[in-house]
Protein backbone atom coordinates (compact mmCIF):
# COMPACT_ATOMS: atom_id res chain seq x y z
CA UNK A 1 0.00 0.00 0.00
CA UNK A 2 0.95 3.37 -1.04
CA UNK A 3 1.87 5.16 2.60
CA UNK A 4 2.99 8.50 0.72
CA UNK A 5 0.93 11.56 2.21
CA UNK A 6 -0.97 13.20 0.78
CA UNK A 7 -1.47 10.35 -1.51
CA UNK A 8 -1.50 10.71 -5.04
CA UNK A 9 -5.09 9.80 -5.58
CA UNK A 10 -6.25 11.84 -2.91
CA UNK A 11 -4.95 14.82 -5.03
CA UNK A 12 -6.08 13.48 -8.41
CA UNK A 13 -9.48 13.82 -6.41
CA UNK A 14 -8.98 17.55 -5.47
CA UNK A 15 -7.90 18.37 -8.78
CA UNK A 16 -10.85 16.68 -10.86
CA UNK A 17 -13.08 18.15 -8.12
CA UNK A 18 -11.87 21.77 -9.95
CA UNK A 19 -14.61 22.24 -12.98
CA UNK A 20 -17.19 20.90 -10.47
CA UNK A 21 -16.60 23.56 -8.13
CA UNK A 22 -18.01 25.94 -11.31
CA UNK A 23 -21.59 24.80 -10.95
CA UNK A 24 -21.30 24.03 -6.73
CA UNK A 25 -19.93 27.70 -5.60
CA UNK A 26 -22.88 29.39 -7.31
CA UNK A 27 -25.34 26.35 -6.03
CA UNK A 28 -24.20 26.72 -2.24
CA UNK A 29 -24.32 31.09 -2.17
CA UNK A 30 -27.81 30.61 -3.52
CA UNK A 31 -28.92 28.37 -0.84
CA UNK A 32 -27.05 30.62 1.74
CA UNK A 33 -28.91 33.41 0.36
CA UNK A 34 -32.44 31.82 0.39
CA UNK A 35 -31.76 30.68 4.05
CA UNK A 36 -30.71 34.33 4.72
CA UNK A 37 -33.96 35.42 3.14
CA UNK A 38 -36.10 32.80 4.36
CA UNK A 39 -35.19 34.64 8.14
CA UNK A 40 -33.03 31.36 8.80
CA UNK A 41 -29.54 32.47 10.65
CA UNK A 42 -26.28 32.22 9.42
CA UNK A 43 -25.55 29.33 12.00
CA UNK A 44 -28.97 27.30 10.85
CA UNK A 45 -28.10 27.94 7.23
CA UNK A 46 -24.41 26.18 8.13
CA UNK A 47 -26.38 23.87 10.34
CA UNK A 48 -27.91 22.45 7.30
CA UNK A 49 -25.19 22.32 4.91
CA UNK A 50 -23.56 20.52 7.67
CA UNK A 51 -26.33 17.94 8.52
CA UNK A 52 -28.11 17.63 5.46
CA UNK A 53 -25.81 18.54 2.86
CA UNK A 54 -27.68 17.98 -0.20
CA UNK A 55 -28.18 21.32 -2.20
CA UNK A 56 -31.61 20.29 -4.11
CA UNK A 57 -33.11 19.13 -0.65
CA UNK A 58 -31.91 22.11 0.93
CA UNK A 59 -33.18 24.67 -1.23
CA UNK A 60 -36.52 23.17 -1.43
CA UNK A 61 -36.63 22.58 3.09
CA UNK A 62 -36.09 26.70 3.07
CA UNK A 63 -38.39 27.81 -0.02
CA UNK A 64 -41.03 25.12 2.49
CA UNK A 65 -40.26 26.76 5.38
CA UNK A 66 -40.12 30.84 3.84
CA UNK A 67 -43.61 29.66 3.29
CA UNK A 68 -44.56 28.79 6.72
CA UNK A 69 -44.87 24.99 5.11
CA UNK A 70 -46.30 22.02 8.04
CA UNK A 71 -43.15 20.40 9.46
CA UNK A 72 -44.21 16.97 7.89
CA UNK A 73 -44.32 18.61 4.95
CA UNK A 74 -41.10 20.17 4.64
CA UNK A 75 -39.28 17.00 5.81
CA UNK A 76 -40.78 14.46 3.61
CA UNK A 77 -40.06 16.56 0.72
CA UNK A 78 -36.71 17.09 1.44
CA UNK A 79 -36.18 13.57 1.80
CA UNK A 80 -38.30 12.27 -0.91
CA UNK A 81 -35.47 14.48 -3.24
CA UNK A 82 -32.91 12.63 -2.07
CA UNK A 83 -34.17 9.23 -2.41
CA UNK A 84 -32.20 9.06 -5.86
CA UNK A 85 -29.16 8.80 -3.39
CA UNK A 86 -30.10 4.98 -2.51
CA UNK A 87 -29.40 4.00 -6.72
CA UNK A 88 -26.03 5.83 -5.96
CA UNK A 89 -25.49 3.93 -2.73
CA UNK A 90 -26.56 0.86 -4.55
CA UNK A 91 -24.14 1.10 -7.31
CA UNK A 92 -20.80 2.26 -5.74
CA UNK A 93 -21.21 -0.13 -2.59
CA UNK A 94 -18.92 -2.77 -4.56
CA UNK A 95 -16.09 -0.49 -4.77
CA UNK A 96 -16.14 0.06 -1.20
CA UNK A 97 -16.60 -3.46 0.35
CA UNK A 98 -13.46 -3.87 1.57
CA UNK A 99 -13.39 -0.91 4.06
CA UNK A 100 -14.45 -0.92 7.60
CA UNK A 101 -18.25 0.19 8.57
CA UNK A 102 -16.59 3.54 10.50
CA UNK A 103 -15.08 4.10 6.96
CA UNK A 104 -18.29 3.55 4.85
CA UNK A 105 -19.99 5.79 7.00
CA UNK A 106 -17.58 8.42 6.15
CA UNK A 107 -18.26 7.85 2.97
CA UNK A 108 -22.04 7.82 2.80
CA UNK A 109 -21.71 10.73 4.62
CA UNK A 110 -20.11 12.77 1.36
CA UNK A 111 -22.11 10.85 -1.18
CA UNK A 112 -23.11 13.28 -3.77
CA UNK A 113 -24.07 13.21 -7.35
CA UNK A 114 -21.13 14.20 -8.12
CA UNK A 115 -18.97 12.68 -6.07
CA UNK A 116 -20.95 9.48 -6.65
CA UNK A 117 -20.82 9.77 -10.84
CA UNK A 118 -17.26 11.08 -11.14
CA UNK A 119 -15.68 8.14 -8.95
CA UNK A 120 -17.50 5.16 -10.50
CA UNK A 121 -16.64 6.69 -14.05
CA UNK A 122 -13.02 7.02 -12.79
CA UNK A 123 -13.30 3.15 -10.86
CA UNK A 124 -14.40 1.90 -14.05
CA UNK A 125 -11.58 3.83 -16.48
CA UNK A 126 -9.08 3.16 -14.15
CA UNK A 127 -8.89 0.32 -12.01
CA UNK A 128 -5.77 0.82 -10.11
CA UNK A 129 -7.19 4.08 -9.08
CA UNK A 130 -6.73 4.12 -5.15
CA UNK A 131 -10.75 4.35 -4.65
CA UNK A 132 -10.61 5.53 -0.98
CA UNK A 133 -8.53 8.25 -1.36
CA UNK A 134 -10.11 9.35 -5.15
CA UNK A 135 -12.97 9.70 -3.66
CA UNK A 136 -12.11 11.30 -0.36
CA UNK A 137 -10.34 13.68 -2.35
CA UNK A 138 -13.73 14.45 -4.31
CA UNK A 139 -16.04 13.97 -1.24
CA UNK A 140 -14.60 16.15 0.97
CA UNK A 141 -13.30 18.75 -1.22
CA UNK A 142 -17.29 19.25 -2.07
CA UNK A 143 -17.73 19.53 1.24
CA UNK A 144 -15.78 22.10 2.64
CA UNK A 145 -17.09 23.89 -0.36
CA UNK A 146 -20.38 23.77 -0.18
CA UNK A 147 -20.17 24.74 3.52
CA UNK A 148 -18.11 28.01 2.80
CA UNK A 149 -20.32 28.66 0.02
CA UNK A 150 -23.56 28.66 2.45
CA UNK A 151 -21.50 30.45 4.63
CA UNK A 152 -20.39 33.12 2.51
CA UNK A 153 -24.15 33.42 0.80
CA UNK A 154 -25.91 33.80 4.12
CA UNK A 155 -23.91 36.30 5.23
CA UNK A 156 -23.81 38.40 2.57
CA UNK A 157 -27.53 37.82 1.47
CA UNK A 158 -27.45 39.65 -1.93
CA UNK A 159 -27.57 38.28 -5.22
CA UNK A 160 -25.35 36.68 -7.55
CA UNK A 161 -25.73 37.90 -11.22
CA UNK A 162 -28.56 35.78 -12.44
CA UNK A 163 -27.88 36.03 -16.19
CA UNK A 164 -24.21 34.61 -15.74
CA UNK A 165 -26.07 31.50 -15.80
CA UNK A 166 -23.34 29.98 -13.73
CA UNK A 167 -25.87 26.96 -12.36
CA UNK A 168 -25.19 25.71 -16.17
CA UNK A 169 -22.09 24.34 -15.26
CA UNK A 170 -23.87 21.92 -13.30
CA UNK A 171 -25.39 19.85 -16.32
CA UNK A 172 -22.47 20.31 -18.08
CA UNK A 173 -20.60 17.95 -15.49
CA UNK A 174 -23.26 15.54 -15.33
CA UNK A 175 -23.22 15.81 -19.87
CA UNK A 176 -19.58 15.24 -19.79
CA UNK A 177 -19.89 12.17 -17.52
CA UNK A 178 -22.73 10.62 -19.36
CA UNK A 179 -21.36 10.43 -23.01
CA UNK A 180 -18.69 8.39 -21.92
CA UNK A 181 -21.26 6.21 -19.83
CA UNK A 182 -23.16 5.17 -22.71
CA UNK A 183 -20.85 2.74 -24.00
CA UNK A 184 -22.83 0.05 -25.39
CA UNK A 185 -26.12 -0.32 -26.98
CA UNK A 186 -27.47 -1.30 -23.39
CA UNK A 187 -26.76 1.78 -21.71
CA UNK A 188 -27.06 4.13 -24.40
CA UNK A 189 -30.65 3.12 -24.32
CA UNK A 190 -31.02 3.68 -21.07
CA UNK A 191 -29.90 7.33 -21.17
CA UNK A 192 -32.13 7.71 -24.40
CA UNK A 193 -35.16 6.59 -22.31
CA UNK A 194 -34.17 8.37 -19.01
CA UNK A 195 -33.71 11.88 -20.32
CA UNK A 196 -37.32 11.20 -22.79
CA UNK A 197 -38.89 10.41 -19.50
CA UNK A 198 -37.28 12.70 -17.31
CA UNK A 199 -38.27 15.59 -20.11
CA UNK A 200 -41.77 14.21 -20.06
CA UNK A 201 -41.87 14.32 -16.48
CA UNK A 202 -41.26 17.90 -15.57
CA UNK A 203 -43.58 18.87 -18.49
CA UNK A 204 -46.29 16.90 -16.69
CA UNK A 205 -45.09 18.29 -13.37
CA UNK A 206 -44.36 15.37 -11.39
CA UNK A 207 -44.92 16.64 -7.34
CA UNK A 208 -42.06 16.26 -4.92
CA UNK A 209 -39.58 15.74 -7.16
CA UNK A 210 -39.95 12.63 -8.27
CA UNK A 211 -39.08 13.23 -11.66
CA UNK A 212 -35.23 12.11 -11.08
CA UNK A 213 -36.48 8.53 -9.95
CA UNK A 214 -38.94 7.57 -12.00
CA UNK A 215 -36.92 8.67 -15.23
CA UNK A 216 -34.17 6.77 -13.88
CA UNK A 217 -35.86 3.74 -13.12
CA UNK A 218 -37.48 3.84 -16.20
CA UNK A 219 -34.15 3.92 -18.39
CA UNK A 220 -32.65 1.11 -16.23
CA UNK A 221 -35.79 -1.05 -16.87
CA UNK A 222 -35.24 -0.40 -20.67
CA UNK A 223 -31.42 -1.09 -20.99
CA UNK A 224 -31.88 -3.84 -18.98
CA UNK A 225 -34.78 -4.88 -21.47
CA UNK A 226 -32.82 -4.44 -24.40
CA UNK A 227 -29.83 -6.50 -23.18
CA UNK A 228 -32.13 -9.45 -22.47
CA UNK A 229 -33.50 -9.21 -25.80
CA UNK A 230 -30.14 -9.79 -27.60
CA UNK A 231 -29.10 -12.40 -25.67
CA UNK A 232 -32.31 -14.73 -26.18
CA UNK B 1 -31.86 35.55 19.47
CA UNK B 2 -32.54 36.71 15.63
CA UNK B 3 -36.42 37.19 14.84
CA UNK B 4 -37.18 34.78 11.74
CA UNK B 5 -38.63 35.90 8.79
CA UNK B 6 -40.98 32.91 8.97
CA UNK B 7 -42.90 32.13 11.67
CA UNK B 8 -41.30 28.69 12.35
CA UNK B 9 -39.44 29.09 16.01
CA UNK B 10 -35.55 27.82 15.71
CA UNK B 11 -36.39 24.78 17.59
CA UNK B 12 -38.69 23.83 14.89
CA UNK B 13 -35.84 24.69 12.40
CA UNK B 14 -33.12 22.92 13.97
CA UNK B 15 -35.88 20.01 14.50
CA UNK B 16 -35.95 19.73 10.61
CA UNK B 17 -32.76 19.87 10.29
CA UNK B 18 -31.68 17.08 12.24
CA UNK B 19 -34.79 15.04 10.95
CA UNK B 20 -33.93 15.41 7.38
CA UNK B 21 -30.53 14.76 8.20
CA UNK B 22 -30.48 11.75 9.77
CA UNK B 23 -32.78 10.45 7.18
CA UNK B 24 -30.38 11.84 4.36
CA UNK B 25 -27.91 10.08 5.95
CA UNK B 26 -29.80 6.46 6.12
CA UNK B 27 -30.54 6.80 2.58
CA UNK B 28 -26.70 7.53 1.72
CA UNK B 29 -25.47 4.55 4.18
CA UNK B 30 -28.19 1.70 3.22
CA UNK B 31 -26.34 -0.12 0.20
CA UNK B 32 -23.00 1.06 1.27
CA UNK B 33 -23.73 -0.57 4.98
CA UNK B 34 -25.46 -4.05 3.48
CA UNK B 35 -23.01 -4.35 0.79
CA UNK B 36 -20.21 -4.48 3.44
CA UNK B 37 -22.02 -7.14 5.49
CA UNK B 38 -22.32 -9.44 2.32
CA UNK B 39 -19.40 -11.38 0.84
CA UNK B 40 -20.06 -10.66 -3.19
CA UNK B 41 -22.92 -8.43 -5.10
CA UNK B 42 -25.38 -10.79 -6.39
CA UNK B 43 -24.90 -11.45 -10.13
CA UNK B 44 -28.04 -10.13 -11.22
CA UNK B 45 -28.07 -6.83 -8.74
CA UNK B 46 -24.94 -6.21 -10.54
CA UNK B 47 -26.37 -6.50 -13.95
CA UNK B 48 -29.02 -3.48 -13.38
CA UNK B 49 -26.47 -1.63 -11.38
CA UNK B 50 -24.51 -1.26 -14.72
CA UNK B 51 -27.70 0.93 -16.28
CA UNK B 52 -27.53 3.47 -13.27
CA UNK B 53 -24.53 5.70 -14.03
CA UNK B 54 -25.90 6.39 -17.80
CA UNK B 55 -29.77 6.66 -16.72
CA UNK B 56 -29.04 8.86 -13.90
CA UNK B 57 -26.58 11.17 -15.44
CA UNK B 58 -29.50 11.69 -18.37
CA UNK B 59 -32.43 12.05 -16.60
CA UNK B 60 -29.68 15.20 -14.77
CA UNK B 61 -28.72 16.22 -17.66
CA UNK B 62 -32.11 16.67 -20.53
CA UNK B 63 -34.82 18.11 -17.97
CA UNK B 64 -31.79 20.98 -17.43
CA UNK B 65 -31.03 21.45 -20.97
CA UNK B 66 -34.17 21.40 -22.54
CA UNK B 67 -37.63 23.39 -21.37
CA UNK B 68 -40.56 22.23 -24.07
CA UNK B 69 -42.45 25.23 -25.60
CA UNK B 70 -45.74 25.02 -27.45
CA UNK B 71 -43.13 24.75 -31.27
CA UNK B 72 -40.70 22.57 -32.15
CA UNK B 73 -38.21 25.46 -33.25
CA UNK B 74 -38.71 27.40 -29.81
CA UNK B 75 -38.04 24.28 -27.92
CA UNK B 76 -34.74 23.34 -30.34
CA UNK B 77 -33.62 27.27 -30.52
CA UNK B 78 -32.35 27.55 -27.10
CA UNK B 79 -28.90 28.90 -25.30
CA UNK B 80 -28.61 26.28 -23.31
CA UNK B 81 -29.20 23.67 -26.15
CA UNK B 82 -26.75 25.07 -28.57
CA UNK B 83 -24.06 24.63 -25.47
CA UNK B 84 -25.21 21.64 -24.23
CA UNK B 85 -24.98 20.23 -28.23
CA UNK B 86 -21.40 21.91 -28.59
CA UNK B 87 -20.42 20.29 -24.96
CA UNK B 88 -21.80 16.85 -25.98
CA UNK B 89 -19.50 16.55 -29.13
CA UNK B 90 -16.66 17.71 -27.46
CA UNK B 91 -17.29 15.33 -24.41
CA UNK B 92 -17.37 12.31 -27.03
CA UNK B 93 -14.25 14.01 -28.61
CA UNK B 94 -12.02 14.73 -25.41
CA UNK B 95 -13.88 12.95 -22.45
CA UNK B 96 -12.50 15.90 -20.82
CA UNK B 97 -14.84 17.78 -18.05
CA UNK B 98 -13.22 21.03 -17.85
CA UNK B 99 -12.91 20.81 -21.63
CA UNK B 100 -16.59 20.18 -21.77
CA UNK B 101 -17.44 23.09 -19.17
CA UNK B 102 -15.29 25.45 -20.77
CA UNK B 103 -16.32 25.35 -24.27
CA UNK B 104 -20.03 25.01 -23.02
CA UNK B 105 -19.99 27.89 -20.47
CA UNK B 106 -18.41 29.98 -23.57
CA UNK B 107 -20.94 28.82 -25.88
CA UNK B 108 -24.06 30.09 -24.10
CA UNK B 109 -21.83 33.13 -22.65
CA UNK B 110 -21.29 34.02 -26.92
CA UNK B 111 -24.88 33.75 -27.17
CA UNK B 112 -26.28 35.56 -24.48
CA UNK B 113 -23.80 38.58 -24.37
CA UNK B 114 -21.87 38.27 -27.95
CA UNK B 115 -24.32 40.29 -29.94
CA UNK B 116 -24.72 42.92 -27.23
CA UNK B 117 -21.06 42.93 -26.69
CA UNK B 118 -20.45 43.17 -30.88
CA UNK B 119 -22.81 46.58 -30.56
CA UNK B 120 -25.12 44.17 -32.48
Known sequence: MDRRFPHPDLLAGIRVSGPILLGIIPFALVAGISAANAGMTVIEAVGMSVFVFAGASQLAAIDLIDSN?????????????????????ASIAPYFQAFSTRVRALLAYVLTDQAYAMSVAEYERTPDRNRLWYYTGIGFTLWIVWQLGTFAGAVIGAGVPEALGLEFALPLVFLALLVPAMKDRGTTTAAIVAGAVGLGAAVAGVPLSLDLPIAAVCGILAGVTVDAWRNI | MEEHMTTWSSTAIWAAIGVIGLCTFAIRLSFIYLFGRIDTVPDRVEHVLRYVPAAVLAALVIPAVITIQPTIEATLVDDRVAAAIVAGVVAWRT???????????????AIRFGPSLLGL
Open chain 1, 69 to 89: APFVVVVATAVIINVRMLMYS
Open chain 2, 95 to 109: EDVFATIALGMGTLW
